[in-house]
């Protein structure tokens, strides 16, 4: 085997047409082996190089007889010294962090602990077992791809509509898709996948975790999976799993012809990226990568006990933010999908946990600033989980500009009120109309807010209404995981049940909280599979369920295709309203030399709502948004000039006449929504007569026949 010194960058497995260079980081070894395979069912190496070049703590080599497809892993050599914070392992082959692809996923053993499982001393024991038949390896990558004329769809914030998906959640049951196809990339590349994106009417697809992780040893002991896939093991490959080929070459170019297909259908790509933790765990956890390459330079450890690790995550580790090295790995890892893979944006997981230089959450922290001045990231989608669980971790309203943020308030706010559990109006309108109060502050815009009623974790939209309490019996845990806080209405009777009148208010408040999502101020997600009435049984936590539990069912009982049919409805006329996909906050001043605001707050008078109103419990508002109004511009500087709405909620159990604001003379309400029954008639309603809103649920109309869109309000309205 020839081996040349190399360069010390790029940092990885990099083929360059006539051989590979090697590099990687680790400012604490004393020598670098790398390790070559010729399968993945190889449990010895056919040879070990050590790299002969250290430069600026990267070692390196470059290889002229390697090709694409090779296998390949790294044992480091350097002081196992728990106590001081060092653990390696030769012993141990490890993960490249920067492989771009994964040829083999890990076997559990106990060799895969740098530690002797079961010894008294813990971790302050040292493991001599082998673990080359076990390890997960990395592969040689060529990264030539055709993209032909593939061009980002850059859909503005204000316009999007995100859909979550599990890449094999979404298909594994579609009848319309071959079966070998079924649960992969390629998959969404086939017409009935985007099919149901484009009739849906979502812009973007936010792709939970596709980057390759592991499965914790405890479930599938247990015969579980990590399904979710927040257990990050490689931040550069795509996860092999959803190959159809099950080969790492193949499984990149697999993943670049669905981000290909996808935005040939005018739908953007978001990956789900957790760059918080690794699958690595805490001191007891096993030795797959960071670990065993140089575990003080890559994870946060207790200053005082650097045995042990920081843990605002919940999974064992949190990666070091305070480490340049960290740094320029999440760096050049998003730079990657973005520029080699094509993606569009990400959502980062648990991202308070990236903001934590020191101990605190720091908002305007190194990671922020890297970001803000890189020319690739800084012009994609970036979306934040404004929280973790160390102290001070609940971040909602505090990320800087450039960023957006799942919006928990929003959430928690929506579902308490339709429960009818919240006292008052002012919360649930401050989030339909922006939840300004979290966001113009600090100079961002109403799309800063991404509104969720459901995400991938807790229950599904059916189940919010259908489940008082969890059941995660089938997890394992004597139903102890997730959290028991579903704080929606389920309709007076928990779980199954054959009763019209229960299985009636269930769908109507399923079209009360999709209704308030696609009918508020901010970008709207929506959980996959929600919009046909996906139940996972009450489990809030099915993170460990590979299973027919968590996938999507496609063969749809005449409610669910009716509600499927209510979303769709919903999407299309939330994208015909600019004053729903606004760029400015509503400004509530006159404009224009007419005393007319851009938004009114209506009591069921009809009456625009007085101070009193508003300190009140009173559960029932509406919300009038003037269509001429507007005082926006599009993106290329045109008046902005959309459809006067109103729109009328009831939390209360019982039917409200509601005053219908007077209009100018020709002109009426056009019915568009209400939640009562799933499909309204589109009729027409005089201003100033009484609609009956019934007990919780929403209607909303269109002015029509005005010949200025600004034209509704009377003296009742002020």
Same mark, same amino acid.
Request: glycine share 8%; net charge negative.
């Given at each position: 085997?020839?081996?040349?010194?190399?360069?010390?960058?790029?940092?990885?497995?990099?083929?360059?047409?006539?051989?590979?260079?090697?590099?990687?980081?680790?400012?604490?070894?004393?020598?670098?082996?790398?390790?070559?395979?010729?399968?993945?069912?190889?449990?010895?190496?056919?040879?070990?190089?050590?790299?002969?070049?250290?430069? %600026?703590?990267?070692?390196?080599? *470059?290889?002229?007889?390697?090709?694409?497809?090779?296998?390949?892993?790294?044992?480091?050599?350097?002081?196992?010294? @728990?106590?001081?914070?060092?653990?390696?392992?030769?012993?141990?082959?490890?993960?490249?962090?920067?492989?771009?692809?994964?040829?083999?996923?890990?076997?559990?053993?106990?060799?895969?602990?740098? *530690?002797?499982?079961?010894?008294?001393?813990?971790?302050?024991?040292?493991?001599?077992?082998?673990?080359?038949?076990?390890?997960?390896?990395?592969?040689?990558?060529?990264?030539?791809?055709?993209?032909?004329?593939?061009?980002?769809?850059?859909?503005?914030?204000?316009?999007?509509?995100?859909?979550?998906?599990?890449?094999?959640?979404?298909?594994?049951?579609?009848?319309?898709? @071959?079966?070998?196809?079924?649960?992969?990339?390629?998959?969404?590349?086939?017409?009935?996948?985007?099919?149901?994106?484009?009739?849906?009417?979502?812009?973007?697809?936010?792709?939970?975790?596709?980057?390759?992780?592991? *499965?914790?040893?405890?479930?599938?002991?247990?015969?579980?999976?990590?399904?979710?896939?927040?257990?990050?093991?490689?931040?550069?490959?795509?996860?092999?799993?959803?190959?159809?080929?099950?080969?790492?070459?193949?499984?990149?170019?697999?993943?670049?012809?669905?981000?290909?297909?996808?935005?040939?259908?005018?739908?953007?790509?978001?990956?789900?990226?957790?760059?918080?933790?690794?699958?690595?765990?805490?001191?007891?956890? @096993?030795?797959?990568?960071?670990?065993?390459? %140089?575990?003080?330079?890559?994870?946060?450890?207790?200053?005082?006990?650097?045995?042990? *690790?920081?843990?605002?995550?919940?999974?064992?580790?949190?990666?070091?933010?305070?480490?340049?090295?960290?740094?320029?790995?999440?760096?050049?890892?998003?730079?990657?999908?973005?520029?080699?893979?094509?993606?569009?944006? &990400?959502?980062?997981?648990?991202?308070?946990?990236?903001?934590?230089?020191?101990?605190?959450?720091?908002?305007?922290?190194?990671?922020?600033?890297?970001?803000?001045?890189?020319?690739?990231?800084?012009?994609?989608?970036?979306?934040?989980?404004?929280?973790?669980?160390?102290?001070?971790?609940?971040?909602?309203?505090?990320?800087?500009?450039?960023?957006?943020?799942?919006?928990?308030?929003?959430?928690?706010?929506?579902?308490?009120?339709?429960?009818?559990?919240?006292?008052?109006?002012?919360?649930?309108?401050?989030?339909?109309?922006?939840?300004?109060?979290?966001?113009?502050?600090?100079?961002?815009?109403?799309?800063?807010?991404?509104?969720?009623?459901?995400?991938?974790?807790?229950?599904?939209?059916?189940?919010?209404?259908?489940?008082?309490?969890?059941?995660?019996?089938?997890?394992?845990?004597?139903?102890?995981?997730?959290?028991?806080?579903?704080?929606?209405?389920?309709?007076?009777?928990?779980?199954?049940?054959?009763?019209?009148?229960?299985?009636?208010?269930?769908?109507?408040?399923?079209?009360?909280?999709?209704?308030?999502?696609?009918?508020?101020?901010?970008?709207?997600?929506?959980?996959?599979?929600?919009?046909?009435?996906?139940?996972?049984?009450?489990?809030?936590?099915?993170?460990?369920?590979?299973?027919?539990?968590?996938?999507?069912?496609?063969?749809?009982?005449?409610?669910?295709?009716? &509600?499927?049919?209510?979303?769709?409805?919903?999407?299309?006329?939330?994208?015909?309203?600019?004053?729903?996909?606004?760029?400015?906050?509503?400004?509530?001043?006159?404009?224009?030399?007419?005393?007319?605001?851009?938004?009114?707050?209506?009591?069921?008078?009809?009456?625009?709502?007085?101070?009193?109103?508003?300190?009140?419990?009173?559960?029932?508002?509406?919300?009038?948004?003037?269509?001429?109004?507007?005082?926006?511009?599009?993106?290329?500087?045109?008046?902005?000039?959309?459809?006067?709405?109103?729109?009328?909620?009831?939390?209360?159990?019982?039917?409200?006449?509601?005053?219908?604001?007077?209009?100018?003379?020709?002109?009426?309400?056009?019915?568009?929504?209400?939640?009562?029954?799933?499909?309204?008639?589109?009729?027409?309603?005089?201003?100033?007569?009484?609609?009956?809103?019934?007990?919780?649920?929403?209607?909303?109309?269109?002015?029509?026949?005005?010949?200025?869109?600004?034209?509704?309000?009377?003296?009742?309205?002020?």
């Amino acid at each position: 085997m020839r081996v040349w010194p190399g360069q010390p960058y790029p940092l990885g497995a990099t083929w360059t047409g006539l051989g590979v260079n090697f590099a990687v980081f680790s400012a604490h070894a004393t020598a670098v082996e790398l390790c070559l395979f010729d399968s993945p069912t190889a449990r010895t190496p056919s040879s070990c190089v050590a790299l002969p070049e250290h430069t %600026d703590q990267v070692w390196h080599a *470059y290889l002229p007889d390697v090709r694409p497809g090779q296998l390949y892993g790294y044992r480091v050599h350097g002081p196992y010294d @728990p106590l001081a914070g060092h653990r390696f392992n030769p012993h141990k082959v490890v993960v490249d962090p920067y492989a771009k692809a994964i040829g083999r996923t890990v076997r559990w053993d106990h060799s895969m602990f740098g *530690y002797q499982v079961g010894h008294p001393d813990g971790d302050l024991s040292f493991s001599p077992l082998d673990n080359a038949g076990s390890a997960p390896l990395g592969a040689v990558i060529d990264t030539a791809f055709t993209w032909g004329d593939d061009r980002p769809p850059r859909t503005p914030w204000h316009k999007t509509v995100i859909y979550e998906l599990h890449v094999r959640g979404f298909s594994k049951l579609h009848p319309g898709i @071959p079966t070998p196809l079924r649960g992969t990339y390629e998959a969404l590349t086939t017409e009935p996948a985007l099919e149901h994106l484009q009739r849906l009417g979502v812009t973007a697809v936010e792709l939970m975790p596709v980057h390759h992780h592991a *499965y914790d040893r405890h479930l599938v002991e247990r015969g579980l999976s990590n399904y979710w896939g927040y257990n990050t093991l490689a931040f550069f490959a795509p996860d092999l799993r959803y190959s159809t080929s099950g080969l790492p070459l193949e499984s990149v170019n697999e993943f670049k012809r669905m981000v290909k297909a996808l935005h040939s259908a005018g739908i953007e790509v978001i990956l789900d990226v957790v760059y918080n933790h690794t699958a690595e765990g805490n001191e007891l956890g @096993p030795t797959l990568s960071l670990r065993g390459m %140089d575990n003080r330079s890559y994870y946060r450890l207790v200053h005082d006990d650097p045995r042990r *690790y920081l843990d605002f995550t919940g999974c064992g580790n949190t990666l070091n933010m305070q480490s340049p090295q960290v740094l320029r790995l999440i760096m050049d890892s998003l730079r990657y999908w973005v520029s080699d893979m094509h993606v569009d944006g &990400f959502r980062f997981d648990l991202a308070s946990a990236l903001a934590r230089e020191l101990y605190d959450v720091d908002r305007l922290g190194a990671f922020f600033d890297i970001i803000h001045q890189d020319p690739v990231l800084s012009q994609v989608k970036l979306i934040a989980e404004p929280w973790d669980l160390g102290a001070g971790g609940y971040q909602v309203g505090n990320f800087p500009v450039l960023w957006t943020e799942w919006n928990g308030r929003y959430r928690d706010a929506m579902r308490a009120y339709w429960k009818g559990d919240q006292r008052g109006v002012a919360e649930v309108a401050t989030r339909l109309s922006g939840s300004n109060d979290l966001y113009e502050h600090g100079g961002r815009r109403p799309y800063a807010s991404i509104n969720f009623i459901t995400c991938h974790d807790g229950f599904t939209l059916h189940d919010l209404v259908t489940y008082e309490r969890k059941r995660n019996e089938a997890n394992g845990e004597q139903n102890r995981d997730g959290e028991n806080n579903n704080i929606s209405w389920n309709c007076g009777v928990e779980g199954p049940t054959d009763d019209p009148a229960i299985l009636g208010l269930r769908e109507r408040q399923k079209r009360n909280f999709m209704a308030s999502l696609l009918l508020s101020v901010g970008v709207p997600m929506i959980s996959g599979g929600d919009e046909m009435g996906r139940t996972q049984l009450g489990n809030n936590n099915a993170y460990c369920h590979d299973s027919p539990l968590s996938w999507t069912h496609w063969d749809l009982t005449a409610p669910q295709q009716e &509600f499927l049919e209510f979303t769709k409805r919903l999407v299309q006329l939330r994208s015909q309203q600019p004053g729903l996909m606004r760029r400015k906050f509503f400004q509530g001043r006159p404009i224009r030399g007419e005393e007319v605001k851009d938004i009114y707050w209506l009591a069921p008078t009809g009456r625009e709502m007085a101070d009193a109103q508003w300190n009140s419990d009173l559960r029932a508002i509406g919300m009038l948004i003037i269509g001429n109004a507007l005082d926006e511009d599009d993106e290329r500087g045109r008046q902005v000039i959309g459809d006067t709405l109103l729109i009328l909620l009831n939390a209360y159990g019982e039917d409200v006449p509601f005053t219908l604001p007077v209009t100018a003379p020709g002109a009426h309400w056009l019915r568009r929504v209400d939640t009562m029954v799933a499909l309204p008639s589109a009729d027409n309603f005089e201003g100033g007569t009484e609609y009956t809103l019934h007990a919780r649920t929403l209607a909303c109309f269109v002015l029509e026949g005005a010949q200025r869109p600004w034209e509704t309000w009377n003296p009742v309205l002020t």
